[in-house]
């Protein structure tokens, strides 16, 4: 007999989004969170932190594209890259495709999440162990405080702002972002929904213009996250993500992507009425 | 006690959207599909066609926005405009707000759909009473075939090629639908999820290409359609929605749309790469 098992991920109290899964490949609670990985039945197989659909093998191009390339194709010549979170590698294996690329240092907070995906999903976590890749198992608050190294780029691939990447959407840890950054750095982060989260999106755009002088946000859609429209933030002192934009780096790096092109980089930051009439008054350029 | 109903759309037997609701407006079985208006806990009023979710008050506006004003704002001076399907109104709505329009035919072949909208969704059904419309309850199929009027745009506001809307995705329908054109003409029609419904897209663009010179693709992501990125194609002989459209009218309108802008319109065209592999061998411009 075919078994019918469905998981749920709640959002909002009114609205379920059910999967049918085909099996149960690791379920574990860190000292974090807790941390699932299932075989769908459509969407390949996903990763669950606190029940909420971080990764499917379906549709993660969507998500490792936008937050990676937008930036790595708008610096220059990004040598050293630093991610915070990323744990499924999916960030850090677009990171390490740019051949300027000479050091990624990748700090994930939660090793249950890093070792379910080496084990589960070779997909996102197959460059783990990429000799340009220093994997840190630390606090990504604790790694910028402390390291003296600056970056080119930065990416806060971090989840939603409760559980353990809450005190990442917070003005300290962008003013250590910064410090962490060359005089051209870049920081871009996960952020979130303009539907239901625009609120996070006010606070967060707030914060990095405390920091930054150019500030921007930018919009892409996968299947699996609530709300259709989710969104990166874009930070940086001198580099603007469209006027500062290069597309004959795109062309010239002979790299395919499977969402990003040189269109998508620049028609991802236009924005819906509605999301200009909550965020443009937050915007720098 | 608070009652805990909640009602679900099943998709591709893998994935299921539920959505919390406070009490059942209207439920209806008509010729051609069941019909039903809910009030949502979080998403306000929402209609279903054959348990599928159609539209919702919280986000219909990304919609009609972009079937609409798009191939509205492409044509120069757009005065006699047909809707085919658009029972829920919000067409017809967004159509009606440009000047330049003389008459606006809708023809939707449910009663059901557009009574209970009427009685229960004013918020897309309040101008289906408007001098300008003619709304007309019937075949759209038989409608083109048979009708002697020439329109500057055509809206094919349809469900999917399931139910009633299964005809409309053929080429005996685009053949009369270009019959009843002007000579810069442009139809725009639903175009179905790129991520599950790709060879829908590339029957329909397919279809477009026997009967018109240039043949697009745009994008648009609302809260409640499965799959994330949503399509309109769009058709004409004449007119680029690109190189012919001039942003200047829209700024001169003295509309403002929650979705749609200038920005927008351009940015729609932009393709992720995934979705140019599979459809842009069948685009003409």
Redesign the interface.
């Known amino acids: 007999m075919q078994s019918d098992l469905?998981l749920?991920e709640k959002y909002?109290?009114?609205?379920?989004?059910?999967?049918?899964i085909n099996k149960t490949l690791f379920s574990g609670k860190s000292e974090f969170q807790s941390v699932d990985v299932v075989e769908?039945?459509?969407?390949g197989k996903m990763l669950l932190n606190d029940g909420l659909v971080m990764v499917t093998e379906?549709?993660e191009?969507?998500y490792h594209d936008m937050i990676t390339h937008v930036p790595m194709f708008t610096h220059p010549h990004p040598e050293n890259v630093l991610i915070i979170g990323g744990g499924d590698g999916g960030t850090a294996r677009e990171v390490l495709r740019h051949k300027s690329v000479k050091k990624c240092v990748m700090v994930e907070i939660d090793k249950m999440v890093v070792d379910a995906c080496k084990e589960h999903i070779p997909q996102t976590s197959k460059d783990l162990n990429h000799p340009k890749l220093e994997l840190i198992i630390d606090d990504g608050l604790e790694y910028v405080k402390n390291t003296t190294l600056k970056f080119d780029v930065i990416l806060i691939d971090s989840t939603d702002p409760i559980g353990p990447a809450a005190p990442l959407f917070n003005s300290a840890f962008y003013q250590n972002v910064k410090k962490c950054l060359t005089s051209n750095g870049i920081v871009v982060s996960q952020g979130e929904s303009v539907?239901f989260e625009s609120h996070m999106q006010q606070v967060l755009l707030g914060i990095l213009g405390e920091h930054f002088s150019k500030v921007s946000i930018y919009?892409y859609?996968?299947?699996?996250?609530p709300?259709?429209?989710w969104s990166f933030t874009y930070a940086s002192d001198t580099l603007d993500p469209i006027k500062n934009f290069n597309e004959a780096r795109v062309t010239s790096s002979n790299l395919?992507?499977?969402?990003?092109?040189e269109?998508?980089h620049?028609?991802?930051f236009?924005?819906?009425?509605?999301m200009?009439a909550k965020v443009q008054h937050l915007l720098k350029n």
Chains 1, 2 share one sequence.
């Open positions: 469905w749920e909002k109290n009114f609205i379920g989004y059910r999967y049918k769908t039945e459509g969407l379906k549709d191009f969507v539907f919009n859609s996968n299947l699996t996250y709300g259709g429209l395919k992507f499977n969402y990003y092109n269109q998508i620049r028609a991802a236009a924005l819906p009425s509605f200009k």
